[in-house]
């Protein structure tokens, strides 16, 4: 696989954060390769890593050691400036928190990105499809508190993708959602990767949105011990029961001999 032509392409990456007089290994030598369209899910419990993955792929952290490429460029090299300016191109990023301004409505909060990029009459169309599809359409004059948990988070994905990002990554993005409109965003996130060949990573402990992913990436202790497709799983409980397995049968990397 060439990393150059593929939309991710991250290779030993490490990444250690000081806490107090000791430190921890958040990422220990990762590799990663994701082509385009694809949907990856990685999941882990909590400390595992995830969030500290997706954020050196969207380049708001600076690994310690390894190359992160995106759409064929290495992050790494990339002045602080270039970095962000790459970032509101290419990766659309979706958190557990909204993240919404409450000082603006909602097409004021999802046109911001295209606004700062001078993207305006770019991506009118793009919001006026964006808006229809998720459903937006009598919230779009509303401030974030008028709008429920499911609409401020639809809003937050459509700030997202406004600017048409080949790269979707979400950090548990359905922590803050009930369970249907958790299995809505989820919904939406595999129409993006089977109908718009958009590029998702998704980052997860929960099977029930892991499986809307076509591919698991393991994350534990810093390293990913396995991977499996989800199409041989016709629900999240069997789904839920091989990650498990694998979790529970892997010794712990200190006491390995
Ligand atoms: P996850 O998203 O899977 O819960 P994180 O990537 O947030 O895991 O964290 C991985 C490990 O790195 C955890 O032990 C966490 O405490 C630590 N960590 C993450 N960010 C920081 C930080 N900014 N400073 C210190 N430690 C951190
Ligand atoms: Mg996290």
Redesign the pocket.
């Given at each position: 696989m060439d990393k150059n032509e593929l939309p991710v392409s991250i290779e030993k990456v490490s990444k250690r954060?000081?806490?107090g007089a000791s430190y921890?290994d958040?990422l220990n030598e990762v590799s990663l390769n994701v082509s385009k369209g694809d949907f990856t899910a990685v999941m882990?419990?909590?400390?595992?890593?995830?969030?500290?993955?997706l954020h050196l792929i969207a380049g708001l952290t600076s690994p310690d050691s390894g190359s992160i490429y995106v759409n064929g460029e290495d992050l790494t090299k990339m002045s602080d400036k270039r970095r962000t300016m790459f970032r509101r191109r290419h990766i659309g990023l979706v958190f557990q928190a909204f993240n919404l301004i409450p000082t603006l409505t909602a097409e004021e909060n999802i046109l911001l990105p295209a606004m700062s990029d001078g993207r305006m009459k770019e991506v009118k169309l793009s919001f006026l499809n964006l808006v229809s599809r998720l459903g937006l359409e009598k919230r779009i004059g509303h401030r974030p508190d008028a709008m429920s948990g499911g609409e401020q988070q639809r809003a937050a994905v459509a700030r997202a993708l406004v600017n048409q990002p080949s790269i979707v990554l979400a950090d548990e993005p359905t922590g803050s959602l009930d369970s249907v409109n958790g299995q809505n965003l989820c919904k939406l996130l595999r129409e993006l990767s089977d109908n718009d060949g958009r590029t998702i990573i998704l980052?997860t402990h929960e099977p029930s949105v892991a499986i809307w992913a076509k591919k698991i990436m393991v994350?534990k202790d810093?390293r990913f011990i396995d991977s499996f497709d989800t199409v041989k799983f016709k629900d999240s409980h069997s789904l839920a029961a091989h990650y498990q397995s694998i979790v529970e049968s892997r010794i712990p990397t200190e006491i390995a001999v």
């Open positions: 954060f000081r806490q921890v958040a882990g419990a909590s400390g595992s890593g995830k969030s500290t993955l980052v994350l810093g």
